[in-house]
């Protein structure tokens, strides 16, 4: 029987190698970051540190972005945690913490555990900040989606489909998505990590716009516009 910490190590190895020429901003290092995120906010809400750590480990392999599709990819992670000989029941806590993580355009299923707030919380909050940034970027130029097009509209309201599919821009994503992230985290400690973030993005973006409207140091009509 192995114990916690072998499952762990062999988790790692195999996240590794499934990950290891990711370019879309869903690699090794996210999972690595969205795990000490996890374990921090596990010891501090008093969850469970190894199921948010398995859980983690894991989110994105079950990610349609990773394995082409949601099913195909929670199958892999529950053949991966048979494997690692978990009991059934942190077999399930795992598999319930990942299958609520997704963002899915506002759509996503809401978390029905404490273990599955922290990880959508530890998930979320390499989302948004300085690494959010940078992994938005990336994620755009993997898919070859615009920087900005100020001729589009913020899609406040949209299925799974048009999150994923209809027409936006790296810009946009922050209004779509980022800046809601704060006001959906669940435990109070992910709320406090995130002001500060949050903020960064608020300034990053005001910046963007007068480096966009270079003749109007006053900002854009478009940043004005937002709320």
Known sequence: MKNKEQMIRETEKYVKTVLEHDSSGHDWWHMERVRRLGCWLAKREGADVFIVEM???????????????EEVGMKKVRQWLEHCSLSKKEENSVIEAISTVS?????????????????????????????????????AGHRGQAMYDPTLPVRNV??????????????????????????LLHTKSAKKLAIRRHE??????????KEWDFHDEGGSDFADSID
């Open 55 to 69: 859980a983690t480990l894991l989110h994105d392999l079950a990610d349609e972005k990773i394995a082409g599709s």
């Open 103 to 139: 963002y899915k355009g506002g759509n996503g299923e809401a978390p029905r555990t404490l273990e599955a707030m922290v990880v959508q919380d530890a998930d979320r909050l390499d989302a948004i900040g300085a690494i959010g940034i940078a992994r938005t970027f990336m994620y």
């Open 158 to 183: 949209m299925t799974k489909e048009e999150y994923r599919h209809g027409p936006s821009s790296t810009i946009h994503h922050f209004y779509e998505k980022l800046l809601k992230l704060k006001s």
């Open 200 to 209: 960064f993005m608020e300034q990053f973006l005001q910046q963007f716009y």
